[in-house]
């Protein structure tokens, strides 16, 4: 294909020769003259390994070039790469107007273009930055999204020093589009690397770069968190990490990354108590171990919060204990949103399964008792009962049985802590704690709309 670079800095430039490796004929656009001079040499504009050879051969074969004229680029290609810096500022803001500078350019040239055009974004931006685009090109194009042109995130996951072998090694391309055609043909773009092609939602793609390099973060100071217990303690940090990595059932995993209800039961309360009490007994500093019980008990107060304008109505609550398949109910998240709405006077029935007054024990009975007493005059082992006599169901906990049953209820409100399924999405009664109807736009994304290309 023939595709326009807008933005020769590390992406842009290691996107440029990557990109003419593998085929392609590739244009480069910069403002900066001495850029340009530089690709037009045969010589790149960063220091990275490999680089520089890969832009020596590519230009030597005439695969690459580079221009400051935008329009020259954009008429002489199928697809305009914009791949320029979002600096942020102190407060964590990004200044767009780069990418906005580019769309201007590139809506300018395709005012004199009849063949529809493809404008991917690899540089780092905001959901809803790519809908900001659409509409300066509309704008200055004069053509309508999606006939004449469309839009697609294409974001990158490249690191400074490694960046031509993340390339050609990544662990997934993601694509982002609400136009089909496109997003495939970009895809095409990445049909010779070994990794699978992901086209989902814009937004999604948009968000992921944020999602990622925020929890590689996160890990980097949680290990540094425990290698400072270690350290007062005399343990080797590295043996406990590595051994901590080996764990890929739960700890390297995708078990606990699904966003929902919060955590309860016995062991992780206790356990993470236990740390962050060894921790300052140590007079070690752990403000990330420290957040996480505060975490959990913001969406306990999300749960509740979205309960709470319904509390005159009756509310159905499916399940009780900690998760599904047990009736241990120590720090259930349930029972204390439960506990907090009984507070304000609701009016509550309650059914679990698993849960048995007469046969609760030990720690198990004098949690529930010293929160909910009376629970046995809440709990009715009928669930169609439950379903028939309440306003509002809350689902708590993921038994097959709720899911079943709900997938024909109409005409009751649904409130969901624990993702039911996709085809409850679309159902206008029903609401998941952070998942569901954009209220921007009235649309629903799910699962389903994600695409695995290869």
């Known amino acids: 294909m023939n595709i326009s670079i807008f933005g020769l800095g590390y992406v842009g430039c290691v996107s440029l020769g990557c990109l003419a490796q593998n085929g392609h004929k590739v244009i480069g656009v910069d403002v900066n003259q001495n850029k340009v001079d530089l690709i037009n040499g045969g010589k790149p504009t960063i220091i990275e390994a490999e680089i520089d050879r890969i832009t020596s051969e590519q230009h030597a074969a005439g695969n690459i070039s580079a221009t400051t004229d935008a329009n020259k680029a954009v008429l002489q ?81 490249l690191r400074e020093g490694t960046a031509v072998k993340d390339y050609y090694n990544p662990p997934l391309t993601l694509i982002g589009s609400d136009n089909k055609q496109a997003a495939e043909k970009v895809a095409q773009l990445y049909e010779q690397l070994p990794a699978e092609i992901i086209i989902t939602d814009l937004k999604v793609a948009e968000f992921m770069k944020y999602v990622n390099n925020t929890y590689h973060a996160l890990k980097i100071s949680f290990a540094n968190e425990i290698g400072n217990i270690c350290s007062e303690l005399g343990i080797d940090s590295h043996e406990v990490m590595n051994i901590f990595c080996k764990d890929r059932q739960l700890n390297i995993s995708s078990y606990y990354f699904k966003p929902g209800f919060a955590y309860g039961g016995s062991c992780l309360p206790k356990d993470l108590k236990g740390l962050q009490t060894l921790a300052h007994d140590l007079y070690v500093d752990v403000p990330v171990i420290d957040s996480i019980d505060k975490t959990n008990d913001n969406q306990i107060a999300r749960a509740t919060k979205m309960i709470h304008k319904y509390w ?143």
């Open 77 to 157: 290609s199928e697809i305009s790469i914009i791949a320029v810096g979002t600096p942020s500022s102190e407060k964590g803001h990004l200044n767009l107007q780069y990418i906005f500078n580019v769309a201007e350019r590139i809506g300018a040239a395709l005012k004199q273009k009849d063949e529809f055009h493809i404008v991917a974004v690899r540089s780092t931006i905001m959901p809803g930055t790519c809908d900001k685009i659409a509409d300066i090109l509309q704008k200055i194009s004069g053509k309508k999204r999606n006939e004449g042109f469309a839009v697609v995130d294409n974001p990158e996951f």
């Open 312 to 454: 005159n109505k009756k509310l159905g609550f499916l399940g009780l204990s900690f998760k599904e398949g047990t009736d241990d109910l120590r720090n259930s998240p349930a029972v204390r949103v439960i506990e907090s709405l009984l507070g304000k006077g609701a009016d509550i029935i309650i059914y679990d399964k698993n849960v048995n007054t007469t046969m609760l024990t030990g720690t198990n009975k004098d949690y529930i008792d010293a929160r909910i007493p009376h629970l046995s005059k809440l709990l009715n082992p009928d669930l169609d009962y439950v379903i028939e006599n309440s306003d509002v169901l809350i689902v708590n906990t993921k038994e097959k049985e709720f899911i079943e049953k709900l997938k024909s209820v109409k005409d009751k409100i649904i409130i969901d802590f624990v993702r039911l399924g996709d085809e409850f999405l679309q159902l206008k009664n029903y609401t998941g704690i952070n998942w569901g109807k954009n209220l921007n736009d009235g649309t629903y994304f799910s699962n389903e709309d994600t695409v695995i290309v290869k």
